[in-house]
T-cell receptor, first 113, second 113 residues
Framework: DADVTQTPRNRITKTGKRIMLECSQT?????MYWYRQDPGLGLRLIYY???????NKGEISDGYSVSRQAQAKFSLSLESAIPNQTALYFC????????????FGSGTRLTVV | AQSVTQLGSHVSVSEGALVLLRCNYS??????LFWYVQYPNQGLQLLLK??????LVKGINGFEAEFKKSETSFHLTKPSAHMSDAAEYFC???????????FGKGTRLSVIA
């Protein structure tokens, strides 16, 4: 099994729908992150969590929310999806043992129509 | 604001030629520096990282990078390009592990036979 698992891998949803992207990890890392990738824009931070009781907004948190259900699980929700949220979403984890380098999931490709 | 600049969104080299991908960062404190690679339809994989110590770091697949504090740079090089190096490359910076990684916009490397 992968160290960082994202589900679903691909999703097409309609404008206005609520959708949840899930991330789970077996690394035992305290820190988890959600980024979105758009062509030409690189990866931009949506939310991050340094432990179960810690949630922080990133650069582009509007229209998104997160839940850290356990050390191993970090979910991203789009409350009311809109077409410009069409992107590739990555979950990542890190801790001090890696000098804070990340382990990434395989990504979720989300299309909002 | 902290930032990472990758010069050149697309770099094209001939097979066997030198690969040079440029990365500059802005920081008032010593950074942790990373290069990630993303192959088509895949997640991001760590190529190499600099945290402390030797400023020339070697990574996987024959890549290396040199941290130059005076130039605030961390350019990625490989002496001889291979077709399998075609991918997108991201430079990323963390400020001593206290903040999430900030990514550059990426450089797409094409290798011509």
């Amino acid at each position: 099994d992968a160290d960082v698992t994202q589900t679903p891998r691909n999703r097409i949803t309609k404008t206005g729908k609520r959708i949840m992207l899930e991330c789970s990890q077996t690394k035992g890392h305290d820190r988890m992150y959600w980024y979105r990738q758009d062509p030409g824009l690189g990866l931009r931070l949506i939310y991050y969590s340094f432990d179960v009781k810690d949630i922080n907004k990133g650069e582009i948190s509007d229209g998104y929310s997160v839940s850290r259900q356990a050390q191993a699980k970090f979910s991203l929700s789009l409350e009311s999806a809109i077409p410009n949220q069409t992107a590739l979403y990555f979950c990542a984890t890190s801790d001090v043992r890696q000098n804070y380098g990340y382990t990434f999931g395989s990504g979720t490709r989300l299309t909002v129509v | 604001a902290q930032s990472v600049t990758q010069l050149g969104s697309h770099v094209s080299v001939s097979e066997g030629a030198l690969v040079l991908l440029r990365c500059n960062y802005s920081s008032s404190v010593p950074p942790y520096l990373f290069w990630y690679v993303q192959y088509p339809n895949q997640g991001l994989q760590l190529l190499l990282k600099y945290t402390t110590g030797a400023t020339l770091v070697k990574g996987i697949n024959g890549f290396e990078a040199e941290f130059k504090k005076s130039e605030t740079s961390f350019h990625l090089t490989k002496p001889s390009a291979h077709m399998s190096d075609a991918a997108e490359y991201f430079c990323a910076v963390s400020w001593r592990g206290n903040t999430p990684l900030v990514f550059g916009k990426g450089t797409r490397l094409s290798v011509i036979a």
